[in-house]
Nanobody, 115 residues
Framework: QVQLVESGGGWVQPGGSLRLSCAVS????????MDWYRQAPGKRRELVAV???????DYADSVKGRFTISRDNTKKTVYLQMISLKAEDTAVYYC?????????WGQGTQVTVSS
């Protein structure tokens, strides 16, 4: 069973930075498209960033220019570098892996942006 474990969340002041990590178990990491989603209280889960197997990236308009997704296939880890954080970025951030009919989610990590 593939497991995804997020880390790196926490509290940060507006304008600050955080880097989230998602470590993936198993031997097929390089075959997965990897995504970061987030869910704020009372809101639907939304897609934040995507990185394909080939390394192509895409972002939600709300985070373009502030968030960067990357992957390290040797470490079987995907990252989300977040800068210029805003209060509206506060949410639980989830890592997601997919390939064909396979899909798996991490347990989430809380990011809180407040002064």
């Amino acid at each position: 069973q593939v497991q995804l474990v997020e880390s790196g969340g926490g509290w940060v002041q507006p304008g600050g930075s955080l880097r989230l990590s998602c470590a993936v178990s198993g031997s097929s990491f390089s075959m997965y498209a990897m995504d970061w989603y987030r869910q704020a209280p009372g809101k639907r889960r939304e897609l934040v960033a995507v990185i394909t197997r080939a390394g192509t990236t895409d972002y939600a308009d709300s985070v373009k220019g502030r968030f960067t997704i990357s992957r390290d296939n040797t470490k079987k880890t995907v990252y989300l570098q977040m800068i210029s954080l805003k209060a509206e970025d506060t949410a639980v951030y989830y890592c997601h892996a997919s390939a064909g009919g396979f899909t798996s989610w991490g347990q989430g990590t809380q990011v809180t942006v407040s002064s």
